[in-house]
Every structure is written in C-alpha cells, then in structure tokens.
C-alpha cells in the first residue's frame, strides 16, 4: 500500500499496475536507455553520422515518391555531386532512412552499430589447453608437420568429448590451427 499525498488515502500498487492504462517498458539495453551525445563518439564516428544525416536530408528534401531504388538512385547521384562525402548504396540510404525516421530523427541513431558485428557466442575455453598440450608436441627438437600435430590435437578433444556429457568441446579449424602455430613461432622469434 502506497500513501497519496495529494489525497492523503492509501492506495494499492497492485490495482494501479493492473489498470488499463499503458505501462512503459524498460529499454532493452543501456544504449537505450542513455543517449551519448555525438561528441563522446571517435571522430570517425561523428564523420559517418555528419555523411549520413546529410545525404538523408538532401534526399528528404528533392524525393518525390518512396524510398525505392528507382526513385533513389537519380537523386544519389544529384547529391553526390554537393556533397563533399562519398555517396552510400541506395538500400544502406533506405536502411538509415528507416531507423532515422522509426527513432524519431533522433541523430543518435545514426551512429554506426560496429559493436554489433562478428560471432557474439561465447566459445568453450577448454580448446585452448587441448592446443597448448598439441604445441607441446609440436616445438620439440624433431619438430612433425603441423598436419600431424593438428590430426594429434583433434584426436585429444575427440577423446575428451566422448567423456562429456553437455556441451562438447570444439576444435580449431585446420586453418585456425596453422595460424596460431605460426603466431607462436613469430613470437618465439621475437
């Protein structure tokens, strides 16, 4: 029960929640939830964002249509030669449009999403006492071909994996293999 201090009555926070009236969501995510101004961002960063809000409200102004290629790829052209940045592809244009416009022109959503990109999956670390037990074998004096010393690393974590019962352990591709092997040597060299 919360007290009104206006009233003066006690109210029951669980009949207010249940109320048909709308409740906001939490955002999904920091980003959301706090707009960084432009300037905390790299320069080349705010560079992107002053290219794209510009080719953006030079097309606003001179479309006569959708955001289509047909009607895009003419003005691109147009505006490419008063704008001093390079031109974008028309769905990247499209795409900016849609976010800007869905975000109620706000600029901050014309900040690159760089973080966003690349294999975000967590991998097992165990793999990578499995490759220290296969460059053991690998820097001795008769030194085996890194084919053979990789086939030894792969039958390691084949066995390992016939023991465990959840998640399994994966192994490095061949080509993943062979360039961590070189790295070690360079940094040997080093």
């Not at 244009?93 to 973080?115: E, Q, R, T």
């Given at each position: 029960?919360?007290?009104?201090?206006?009233?003066?009555?006690?109210?029951?926070?669980?009949?207010?929640?249940?109320?048909?009236?709308?409740?906001?969501?939490?955002?999904?995510?920091?980003?959301?939830?706090?707009?960084?101004?432009?300037?905390?961002?790299?320069?080349?960063?705010?560079?992107?964002?002053?290219?794209?809000?510009?080719?953006?409200?030079?097309?606003?102004?001179?479309?006569?249509?959708?955001?289509?290629?047909?009607?895009?790829?003419?003005?691109?052209?147009?505006?490419?030669?008063?704008?001093?940045?390079?031109?974008?592809?028309?769905?990247?244009?499209?795409k900016?449009?849609?976010?800007?416009?869905?975000?109620?022109k706000?600029?901050?959503?014309?900040?690159?999403?760089?973080?966003?990109?690349?294999?975000?999956?967590?991998?097992?670390?165990?793999?990578?006492?499995?490759?220290?037990?296969?460059?053991?074998?690998?820097?001795?004096p008769?030194?085996?071909?890194?084919?053979?010393?990789?086939?030894?690393?792969?039958?390691?974590?084949?066995?390992?994996?016939?023991?465990?019962?959840?998640?399994?352990?994966?192994?490095?591709?061949?080509?993943?293999?062979?360039?961590?092997?070189?790295?070690?040597?360079?940094?040997?060299?080093?």
């Amino acid at each position: 029960m919360a007290k009104d201090i206006s009233t003066g009555l006690f109210q029951d926070e669980m009949a207010v929640a249940s109320s048909s009236e709308p409740v906001e969501a939490l955002p999904s995510s920091t980003d959301d939830f706090f707009e960084r101004d432009l300037a905390s961002y790299p320069d080349e960063i705010q560079i992107e964002v002053r290219r794209r809000i510009e080719y953006l409200q030079w097309i606003e102004k001179h479309l006569v249509g959708g955001w289509t290629q047909k009607n895009l790829d003419p003005l691109i052209e147009k505006a490419a030669r008063e704008i001093d940045f390079p031109p974008p592809k028309w769905r990247a244009l499209a795409k900016w449009w849609s976010v800007y416009s869905s975000s109620g022109k706000m600029l901050a959503s014309l900040v690159p999403k760089l973080h966003r990109k690349g294999n975000r999956n967590l991998k097992i670390t165990n793999e990578l006492s499995f490759f220290d037990r296969a460059v053991e074998r690998y820097l001795v004096p008769e030194r085996p071909s890194i084919s053979a010393v990789y086939q030894y690393y792969t039958d390691l974590i084949r066995i390992e994996n016939q023991h465990l019962v959840g998640e399994k352990v994966q192994a490095l591709s061949y080509k993943g293999f062979y360039n961590r092997i070189k790295k070690c040597q360079l940094m040997r060299l080093q």
